[in-house]
């Protein structure tokens, strides 16, 4: 039996349509993950929450910065 490209493409093309903008419809990801388990992130807030996510306590390699400026990045461990 002979498959129909119109019939494919009825089925194929919607569904790739979906997939690609479930794709570009994500949140750009908050965290960056710099190695040896130091991520870095834009603000306290979310560098907390990403933490959260895990019930690990946070702990900031520079905390006199995170405290300084809480809306600025801040460099962190999960531990």
Known sequence: ?????ALFAFFALPLAALVLAGCAA???PRVTWLGDGVF???SVKD???YCRNFGAPL???DPK???RAPESE???RCD
């Open 59 to 61: 702990r900031y390699l």
């Open 40 to 42: 870095k992130s834009p």
């Open 26 to 28: 994500r949140p750009a």
């Open 74 to 76: 801040v460099t962190y």
């Open 1 to 5: 039996m002979r498959r129909s490209p």
């Open 47 to 49: 560098a907390d929450a």
């Open 65 to 67: 910065a995170a405290a």
